[in-house]
Each structure stands twice: as structure tokens, then as C-alpha cells.
């Protein structure tokens, strides 16, 4: 009952670095860029959501509207005003300033929420599942259910739509997307949307699993979503939902038997070893320079 | 009767090398058009102006009498300006069927909810594009691998593939740069056939670009001839074959007895 447990709680956490990793994966099939902000836009939707229900006294559907809305409004002006510019740039200054972005959005909210860590409210107020001697939360499930159904709505929207089908021609080449008539730079808009909305259920999820927000919870979390999206291959959209679940599953196996306090090691060694053995990860495509 | 394609004074520099100057070209509905020239004249050069992949330096280029100066490459892809690679550019991590319909997006308006939703806007239209592409590849003959990834295609069959995308894109001039590169000389024979019905199927211009002289002097009506960006003749393509100063760019110097010209190979 004990791995059970640890299973499923794996499975939660896991299945939010998933929808975190998906936008990582995303942006960089897309643009090619490792975009270090994203971490710190979950941390602005899971504020969003605070905001919303402590100070405004807004229900939670409402605000958790909200703040899938303002990131997304938050990702598209990022790209715009941030990324948009420097296309043509060498790759190196997109991502450092991604990291200038990432930094920035720390110290404002630091500045304007201060740094203290603040109470996030209970969402769900479902009884918990008896599972052998343990207590499973009803938000550990609905974690898991939220995740799979947006992993869900995702793959279709990238396999049947229109939308998805531009997504996936401008990533393997923009120039001939653009020749099939397709607005690229709309493309890209859309695709910093998703995986800002993506970002704000994720937040909403972890808030409600560690019930506390502050400035810099985006820092540790985007970075195993980063470590998941490059073991499942970064680029790869079936690869960030397998690569975010791995590495919940090692971490939270990790901490059931082994100690709580290498979880972080073990995820930055998967890390380290996916890079030494298969840079490409689990599913990423080979990378074929084109000459 | 008036053109579909008006290309007038077309030039573009790169630094200080002048790619190409001084094009002019019109063309007229169903017409097969070629353009050759040796390496390096500009051919390419005036397909990547005809898409504004690059902008030009000079000069303009009008579809159906609409300047499409300062226009993205993919407003001029709505427009009716389609074309194929030289280097075969097929999405190649993804299916036949969706290589097809990525090209069909511009005839899809469903949104984002409706998709969704999945309200029956995004069924219909995902349906009847999903149709025209089956048609599209039946064309060439190629319905039977619609679920194969692109590059996982023969060589003949992704060159068809690329006729097949562009031309899902509506267009009223199809651009083909070297379709027959590579092929046999079978394989030209049955390629000049195919441009050929495309032409007639479709009721579409076509330009292109090739160095096999048995397919230029085979299927195009009229043949302009690059060198050094500038065009040194156009005509029929008898006329071209019997032209001393295309002999001369491309042999370097006469026979001579100055009338052999260019052998269909």
C-alpha cells in the first residue's frame, strides 16, 4: 500500500510538472528558445488566483478563469515585447534575455506582494480516500484528473486542429510554413498562449497541493519541468507529459524510500544523465543541423 | 487580355552583386512557362522575389493586377503564389495526409473554442479539407500512403508530395523549382505528363525551373533564359534552341557552324 501510495503521489506531481514541461517544450520546438521565464509565470497565475479569492472575494471558478487568462494575456506580450525582436538574434540573447525576463517577474512580485510566502485557500473541499493505513486527498485525484484531461485537450488540439497542424509545420521549418501560407508569427502567439494557460492550471494545482505561494516557487518547479522536458525530449509534446511523470515518480519514490532530501538530487541527476547517455531524450527527434 | 502575373523591371542587389535586374514577365493563364539559365543566373533568385522571401530592390510584381510589394511570403501564399523546392522541403516528421492539409489552413475558419467544443463547424470543415487532400493525393496517385510519414516517401513520390502541398494552397501560379531533379529520364517522362494535367485540371499558370532540356523543351509554351541576372532571351522553345547567345552561355562559344544550338538530351 505504501508504493501505492508513493505511486499516486508521484503521479500528482508528476502530472504537474508535465503541464508545466509541456510549455517548455512547446515554446522551444516553435522558437527554439529555452524559455527560463516560464517558471516564473506559473508563480503570476498562482497569484493571480490568490489575489482573486483572498482579496477580492472572487469564487474559485472565477478566479481560476482569471488567472489562466492573465497568463495567457502575460505570455503572448512576453514573447511580443521580449522574444519577438530578437528572432533573427543569435540564440544566445533569447535566452539570456529569458533569464532577464525570469528575474524580472521574481523581484516584481517580490516588490509588490513582498517576499513572504502566503497562504493559498482550499479549492476542493471533497472528503479523502482511504487507501489501506494512508489518507489520499481528494486533490491529489483531482490533480491527476485536471492534468490528464488538459494533456488530453492538448494532443487533440495539435493533432486535429488547424492550429496544431501550423504549430507542428512552423517547428520543423518556418519558412516553408510560411510558404503554405501560414502567419508564423501568429503561430508562435498562439503557441506562448497555450502554454502560458497550461501554466496557470499548473499553478492552480500546485498551490492547491502545497497550499502556499511566494515569489521565487516558480524557480525550483520550472526547473524539473525544464529536467522533464528534456528527458522526454525537448520539442517533443507526448515526451514532456511522459518526461514530467517520470520525474514525479522518481522524486516522490525517492523521498517514500530512500530521503526526502535527495529528491532534489536525484531529479538534477536524471538530469545530468539523460545529457551524458541521450541528449535528444526519450522521444525527441535527432538533431540533423541543416546545411 | 490581361495577365495573371505582371512582373515589371524586377531587380534585387545583394550588396553590391546584382542578383538580378531588369526582369520582366508576364503570364497568362494555363501557360507553362520556363525559366533556365545557367547555375548561379538568378533563378532561384526570381522565385524567392515572386514569394517576398526576399523584397525587392526595384521594380514590381502584380498578381491578378494586386502589387504584392511589401507583402509577408504567406499573404502572397493566399493570394495564389505557390511553390516547390529545389532541395525537397517536405514536413517530414509528419503524415502524408497532414503535409496536405497544413497547406489547406487558409480554407479552414473554425476558432479555437469551436475546436475545442468540437462544434460541427470544426467537424465539417476538418472533413471536407480532410476530402480534398484524399483528391489531391489521388491525383498523384498517392492516397494509398496518406498515413506514412513525409520522409519516409521514396524520392520520386516526395517530389510529388511537394506538387501535391502546393497546389492545396489554391494557387493561381505554381512555381516549380527543378521538379525533375534527380529522376530518370521514366520518371521526367511521367513528371511532364503530370505538370502537363495539372495545368489543365487545375486551370493554373506554371513556371519552372529545370536544367532537363528534354522536360523545358518538352512542355513549356514559352522559355526565358537567364544569365548573370539578366535575361538574355525568351521565346518559343525552338526559337530558344536556335539562339546563338543561349548556346554561347551555356557552351561558352559557338559550334562551328554557329546552328546546332541545344540538343534535347
Known amino acids: 500500500m505504501t508504493f501505492l501510495y508513493q505511486v499516486i503521489n508521484g503521479l500528482q506531481v508528476g502530472s504537474i510538472y508535465a503541464l508545466v514541461a509541456l510549455g517548455y517544450s512547446m515554446v522551444y520546438g516553435i522558437v527554439n528558445l529555452i524559455n527560463f521565464a516560464h517558471g516564473d509565470i506559473i508563480m503570476v497565475g498562482a497569484y493571480c488566483a490568490w489575489l482573486a479569492m483572498m482579496k477580492w472575494g472572487a469564487p474559485p471558478w472565477i478566479s481560476i478563469l482569471f488567472a489562466i487568462a492573465f497568463c495567457t494575456v502575460l505570455g503572448m506580450t512576453i514573447e511580443k515585447v521580449a522574444y519577438k525582436p530578437l528572432r533573427k538574434s543569435p540564440r544566445i540573447s533569447l535566452l539570456i534575455t529569458a533569464i532577464g525576463v525570469s528575474l524580472f517577474l521574481e523581484n516584481l512580485a517580490q516588490l509588490v506582494f513582498t517576499a513572504n510566502p502566503q497562504r493559498f485557500p482550499t479549492i476542493v473541499t471533497l472528503p479523502s480516500i482511504q487507501l489501506g493505513s494512508r489518507q489520499l486527498s481528494a486533490t491529489t485525484i483531482m490533480t491527476i484528473v485536471v492534468s490528464v484531461f488538459f494533456m488530453v485537450v492538448l494532443s487533440f488540439l495539435v493533432n486535429k486542429t488547424k492550429m496544431g497542424k501550423a504549430m507542428r509545420a512552423a517547428s520543423e521549418d518556418e519558412a516553408t510554413a510560411q510558404l503554405m501560407g501560414i502567419n508564423v508569427n501568429h503561430t508562435i502567439s498562439f503557441t506562448f498562449a497555450i502554454g502560458s494557460a497550461l501554466a496557470a492550471v499548473g499553478a492552480i494545482l500546485y498551490c492547491s497541493a502545497y497550499t502556499q505561494l511566494s515569489p521565487l516557487m516558480g524557480v525550483m518547479l520550472g526547473l524539473k519541468a525544464f529536467v522533464a522536458a528534456v528527458l522526454g525530449g525537448i520539442g517533443s509534446i507526448p515526451g514532456a507529459m511522459i518526461g514530467g511523470l517520470v520525474i514525479g515518480l522518481a522524486e516522490s519514490l525517492t523521498k517514500g524510500y530512500i530521503s526526502s532530501q535527495l529528491a532534489d538530487g536525484v531529479v538534477f541527476g536524471i538530469l545530468i544523465v539523460v545529457l551524458l547517455i541521450k541528449p535528444t531524450g526519450l522521444m525527441g527527434r535527432s538533431m540533423n543541423e541543416k546545411v | ?265
Not at chain 2, 121 to 149: N, P
Not at chain 2, 225 to 248: D, F, K, M, S
Open chain 2, 1 to 265: 487580355m490581361t495577365p495573371i502575373l505582371d512582373v515589371a523591371n524586377l531587380g534585387i542587389d545583394f550588396g553590391g552583386l546584382q542578383a538580378l535586374d531588369d526582369f520582366n514577365i508576364q503570364v497568362y493563364n494555363n501557360e507553362i512557362v520556363g525559366l533556365i539559365g545557367p547555375n548561379g543566373a538568378g533563378k532561384t533568385t526570381v522565385f524567392n522575389l515572386l514569394t517576398s522571401v526576399y523584397q525587392p530592390s526595384r521594380g514590381s510584381i502584380a498578381l491578378e493586377g494586386k502589387k504584392t510589394k511589401g507583402k509577408n511570403t504567406y499573404q502572397v501564399t493566399q493570394s495564389g503564389i505557390a511553390r516547390t523546392f529545389q532541395n525537397i522541403r517536405l514536413f517530414k516528421d509528419i503524415s502524408v495526409l497532414d503535409n496536405v492539409m497544413v497547406a489547406m489552413h487558409n480554407g479552414m475558419s473554425y476558432t479555437l473554442a469551436e475546436a475545442v467544443l468540437r462544434l460541427p463547424s470544426y467537424w465539417k470543415q476538418e472533413a471536407a479539407a480532410r476530402r480534398t487532400a484524399m483528391d489531391l493525393l489521388a491525383v498523384f496517385d498517392m492516397q494509398g500512403v496518406a498515413d506514412a510519414k513525409a520522409g519516409s516517401l521514396p524520392y520520386g513520390a516526395q517530389r510529388r508530395l511537394e506538387i501535391a502541398r502546393a497546389l492545396a494552397t489554391h494557387p493561381k501560379v505554381l512555381l516549380l523549382d527543378e521538379p525533375a531533379a534527380g529522376m530518370n529520364p521514366s520518371e521526367t517522362a511521367e513528371l511532364m505528363t503530370t505538370i502537363r494535367s495539372i495545368r489543365d485540371r487545375f486551370n493554373i499558370a506554371i513556371i519552372l525551373i529545370e536544367h532537363d532540356m528534354s522536360l523545358v523543351m518538352g512542355i513549356c509554351e514559352r522559355i526565358l533564359v537567364l544569365n548573370y541576372g539578366l535575361v538574355i532571351a525568351q521565346g518559343t522553345p525552338e526559337e530558344i534552341r536556335n539562339n546563338p547567345l543561349v548556346v554561347e552561355a551555356y557552351l561558352g562559344k559557338k559550334d562551328s557552324d554557329g546552328k546546332k544550338g541545344i540538343q534535347a538530351s
